[in-house]
């Protein structure tokens, strides 16, 4: 799995200076929430300091890298610090199996880049994060600290491209409490949300996985509003919905 973000002078290539990181994941053991959302220990506490710190100290040194996205004021693109390697060469690695039992009709089988990047809630940082779906295949969502209260994940229901501002169903919304070490993989298409942070800093490793295969399978614009892709096995809005299936191009 390759990297999209980053360009320009990159401080580091991969990630090899950090092999003490290899002896700090702890055994995965998915937690299926509902399809297409999968909670799972992945880092031990002290590791995920480490890591923090790591990201702080090439952000001072490089200047704090390039925005993360256009969603967050305070994210910073883990490319830009030539650190995407923890995603390509640790995470993605670990979690290929996982991936594909889950996540295979998402594009989890064929994932092979990604842009990933640190989010940061907080009274002077970002406070919360409105409705929306990520521009990913498979989104990992990973806490690194560190001492908070709220700013909690609320899923909202998965959505093909042509249902996405439907209402939520009975039963479809539900809440997940971060914890320090622990990931969150929900596919991209899965709507979310951020609630507002209460008390301290959540800092989260966040990727963005992406499939080349499942986006080049998807129909093109053809210039008349016509965008809707169909990724074969996934119906991703429930058995309600029989227009669409799978997603489109962003
Ligand atoms: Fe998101
Ligand atoms: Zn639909």
Same mark, same amino acid.
């Given at each position: 799995?390759?990297?999209?973000?980053?360009?320009?002078?990159?401080?580091?290539?991969?990630?090899?200076?950090?092999?003490?990181?290899?002896?700090?994941? %702890?055994?995965?053991? #998915?937690?299926?929430?509902? #399809?297409?959302? %999968?909670?799972? /220990?992945?880092?031990?506490?002290?590791?995920?300091?480490?890591?923090?710190?790591?990201?702080?100290?090439?952000?001072?040194?490089?200047?704090?890298?390039?925005?993360?996205?256009?969603?967050?004021?305070?994210?910073?693109?883990?490319?830009?610090?030539?650190?995407?390697?923890?995603?390509?060469?640790?995470?993605?690695?670990?979690?290929?199996?996982?991936?594909?039992?889950?996540?295979? /009709?998402?594009?989890?089988?064929?994932?092979?880049?990604?842009?990933?990047?640190?989010?940061?809630?907080?009274?002077?940082?970002?406070?919360?994060?409105?409705?929306?779906?990520?521009?990913?295949?498979?989104?990992?969502?990973?806490?690194?600290?560190?001492?908070?209260?709220?700013?909690? @994940? %609320?899923? @909202?229901?998965?959505?093909?491209?042509?249902?996405?501002?439907?209402?939520?169903?009975?039963?479809?919304?539900?809440?997940?409490?971060?914890?320090?070490?622990?990931?969150? *993989?929900?596919?991209?298409?899965?709507?979310?949300? %951020?609630? #507002?942070?209460?008390?301290?800093?959540?800092?989260?490793? *966040?990727?963005?996985?992406?499939?080349?295969?499942?986006?080049?399978?998807?129909?093109?614009?053809?210039?008349?509003?016509?965008?809707?892709?169909?990724? #074969?096995?996934?119906?991703?809005?429930?058995?309600?919905?029989?227009?669409?299936?799978?997603?489109?191009?962003?």
């Amino acid at each position: 799995m390759t990297s999209t973000s980053g360009s320009g002078a990159r401080p580091a290539r991969g990630f090899e200076g950090y092999s003490w990181l290899e002896s700090e994941f %702890v055994p995965v053991e #998915p937690e299926l929430l509902v #399809p297409g959302v %999968v909670r799972t /220990p992945f880092l031990t506490a002290d590791a995920c300091a480490r890591l923090l710190a790591e990201i702080d100290r090439r952000a001072s040194q490089y200047g704090g890298g390039a925005a993360a996205n256009s969603m967050h004021d305070h994210g910073v693109e883990l490319g830009a610090l030539g650190l995407d390697g923890v995603v390509t060469d640790l995470m993605g690695e670990r979690l290929a199996g996982l991936l594909r039992e889950h996540f295979a /009709p998402f594009g989890g089988a064929t994932l092979d880049h990604h842009h990933s990047y640190l989010v940061q809630y907080g009274r002077d940082l970002d406070e919360d994060l409105g409705f929306h779906v990520d521009d990913s295949e498979v989104t990992l969502n990973l806490c690194l600290g560190e001492d908070f209260s709220g700013a909690e @994940l %609320v899923m @909202l229901g998965a959505r093909c491209d042509g249902h996405r501002q439907t209402p939520v169903q009975p039963g479809e919304a539900f809440e997940i409490h971060h914890e320090p070490g622990t990931l969150v *993989i929900h596919s991209g298409c899965h709507r979310h949300r %951020v609630d #507002p942070i209460r008390r301290g800093v959540r800092r989260n490793l *966040i990727a963005w996985l992406r499939s080349s295969a499942s986006r080049e399978a998807l129909p093109k614009d053809d210039g008349m509003g016509l965008s809707e892709g169909i990724l #074969p096995g996934a119906s991703v809005c429930g058995p309600w919905c029989g227009a669409h299936v799978g997603r489109s191009r962003r």
